[in-house]
T-cell receptor, first 111, second 109 residues
């Protein structure tokens, strides 16, 4: 079985630009969560989507948005990028509140 | 918001020694999950604890959930070089996952 996949692997953007990150969950998983991980820190929860509805939201500004599609894949959008948005963005899928399976992440660099 | 602290932040051990990381919260923890992240990798699920006082074992790893549900611990017996990585606890409260600050384990051969 394929694991969680994320695209792109790496991304370089400049301040003020917008970015879209993509995630495909493990087959059968209906929950997708997004995390931001800055080097040397633990993952910070951004969003959880379940059955295409937002189920949880972390303490991130409105520049961050996400959605989940009928096939349970998900996109994370970040507008008006700041230097501080540079991080590893992780996607995790699960059945609901069970163990989360993380993807390899998207490394975003904002210049 | 919820803050989940882990101690120690870093731990260097000689191969064969034991290792313990502690996860503490000022508020009651609901549903504790433990993850391991290897350098350059992504978090990998280890275990989930939900009951007060729960103890679970996986080979050389022992996980505990405190009686008051305000702390949890992970103990590794006789560390091996394959145990290298950062260990995170994560709590699910109010539809949000709160990851701890992590403990980075280095095992010296």
């Amino acid at each position: 079985d394929a694991g969680v996949t994320q695209s792109p692997t790496h991304l370089i953007k400049t301040r003020g630009q917008q970015v879209t990150l993509r995630c495909s969950p493990i087959s059968g998983h209906k929950s997708v969560s997004w995390y931001q991980q800055v080097l040397g820190q633990g993952p910070q929860f951004i969003f959880q989507y379940y059955e295409k509805e937002e189920r949880g939201r972390g303490n991130f500004p409105d520049r961050f948005s996400a959605r989940q599609f009928p096939n349970y894949s998900s996109e994370l959008n970040v507008n008006a990028l700041l230097l501080g948005d540079s991080a590893l963005y992780l996607c995790a899928s699960s059945f609901i509140d069970n163990e989360q399976f993380f993807g390899p992440g998207t490394r975003l660099t904002v210049l | 918001g919820q803050q989940v602290m882990q101690i120690p932040q870093y731990q260097h051990v000689q191969e064969g020694e034991d290792f313990t990381t502690y996860c503490n919260s000022s508020t009651t923890l609901s549903n504790i999950q433990w993850y391991k992240q290897r350098p350059g990798g992504h978090p990998v699920f280890l275990i989930q604890l939900v009951k007060s006082g729960e103890v679970k074992k996986q080979k050389r790893l022992t996980f505990q959930f405190g009686e008051a549900k305000k702390n949890s611990s992970l103990h590794i017996t006789a560390t091996q070089t394959t145990d290298v990585g950062t260990y995170f606890c994560a709590d699910l409260t109010g539809n949000q996952f709160y990851f701890g600050t992590g403990t980075s384990l280095t095992v010296i051969p």
